[in-house]
């Protein structure tokens, strides 16, 4: 990423980047009114913004160790651009913290202590472009500024961090909206909140029960019933039985729904929520059958029924199959709602579309839509290549369906348990 950014010259635009101490994060000013949980791992971090100028006059005793490398941090490098001037640059990816210092009081003295443990013996004797710290603080004027620092940072990723795409999966996660990058170790906590633009990014089923369901009072049902291959479904690349077995590795779940009962601020419930991880959330016949039995156990116990949606429709894999979940689940829905006079509501999430847009999505009493949720039937490239005609940006988004009447509310995710709390005692 800085790599990228640097090389398109980006950083002084989005920075400001002047002869100025400046505080920056990969991706935000890292300014005081960041994140506190940040803060408070930053304050262990060493930076040259953490001394005071007082410290800086004591160099000598510092260099007592007639070792430079004792005293700059690994993750800082000294630079000088076109204009002669000198920078020191100290940043530390995991912390989010970029930094560049030009207190030209502070440099001088580091540059002639630097020279000086340069033409030592030490260096006299490893003076050689193997030396990594020789090829590290070697002032190279012939680059301009942007190319110097890109020449650091890159060989500092390469050869320190190694970030790869499967490195950073590991730390990030980027959203899809701002393609932003969010630290994974805070998102949760954050409900998979983009931090950058406030786009809601996916939810894993678990984590969704977890906001919903008060502690303690989740109780599953029907988690041991898997799925099989009933039409022996050919492909070429993995059959269908192992794919299977793959996404439940994956996502330690049987299926693409979990059902069960709980309370959501005290109020017993029965809530079935999908999963997109696993195979698309896509619908089959385990899927159908476990939100069909939650349907008639809330009907025989007279419980409020609250179905998450999130999938790309039904599974091609069973065929037809497949298809008639739709019709049993409305059918189920049909004696909850109609004949006993019990209250289904429906949460659709990105993104909501083939048959379950067509059957139980668009069924609840109240239906409820996450900000800038993707709810379609068909999707905009099937609709284009089947009629041959543009489909408007937008115009599968949460936001312009509301518009049009199709839901009745758009719930962020922050206030979506105290909105059901709401309903539910109203109802």
């Not at 070792?67 to 630079?79: A, G, W």
């Not at 961090?161 to 630290?183: K, M, P, R």
């Not at 192992?242 to 029965?270: C, F, H, M, W």
């Amino acid at each position: 990423w800085f790599n990228s950014m640097l090389f398109k010259k980006k950083l002084e635009r989005r920075c400001g980047l002047n002869k100025s101490m400046d505080s920056l994060g990969p991706i935000e000013n890292t300014s005081e009114s960041e994140d506190p949980n940040l803060k408070d791992r930053a304050k262990n971090i060493h930076s040259w913004r953490d001394r005071d100028n007082s410290s800086y006059s004591n160099l000598d005793s510092l260099f007592g160790v007639k070792d430079i490398r004792n005293f700059i941090s690994d993750d800082t490098f000294i630079v000088r651009d076109s204009n002669g001037d000198s920078y020191s640059i100290y940043f530390d990816i995991e912390n989010q913290i970029f930094e560049i210092d030009n207190d030209h009081s502070f440099l001088s003295e580091l540059e002639s202590a630097f020279y000086s443990y340069w033409n030592s013996s030490y260096l006299n004797n490893r003076h050689t472009s193997e030396d990594p710290y020789y090829n590290r603080y070697m002032y190279d004027t012939q680059y301009s500024w942007n190319n110097h620092i890109n020449s650091c940072i890159d060989s500092y990723l390469q050869s320190q961090i190694c970030i790869e795409t499967s490195i950073l999966s590991h730390l990030w996660v980027q959203c899809e909206n701002c393609y932003g990058l969010n630290y994974k170790k805070f998102l949760k906590s954050k409900m998979n909140i983009c931090e950058q633009c406030g786009y809601h990014l996916k939810m894993s089923s678990s984590d969704r029960i977890e906001l919903s369901i008060d502690p303690g009072t989740w109780d599953p049902m029907d988690e041991d019933m898997v799925s099989l291959d009933p039409i022996e479904f050919h492909s070429e690349e993995e059959p269908y039985k192992d794919r299977i077995d793959s996404y439940q590795r994956k996502t330690g779940l049987t299926e693409a729904v979990q059902t069960g009962i709980g309370r959501l601020n005290g109020i017993p419930v029965a809530i079935g929520v999908m999963d997109f991880q696993f195979m698309g959330g896509s619908m089959g016949s385990v899927v159908g059958e476990k939100i069909t039995r939650l349907i008639e156990y809330a009907t025989n116990k007279f419980l409020p029924l609250i179905i998450v949606c999130a999938s790309g429709g039904a599974r091609m894999q069973e065929g037809s199959l497949s298809l008639m979940q739709m019709a049993k689940i409305s059918s189920a829905l049909y004696d909850y709602q109609s004949n006993k006079k019990l209250f289904y509501v429906s949460i659709l999430t990105s993104p909501t579309t083939g048959g379950v847009t067509a059957s139980f999505g668009m069924l609840g009493d109240i239906i409820i839509a996450e900000p800038n949720a993707y709810i379609a039937f068909a999707g905009k490239r099937v609709i284009e290549q089947t009629l041959n005609k543009t489909v408007p940006e937008g115009s599968q988004a949460a936001e312009y369906l509301f518009q049009k009447g199709l839901f009745d509310l758009i719930v962020p995710r922050n206030p979506l348990k105290s909105v059901l709390s709401e309903l539910l005692k109203l109802h």
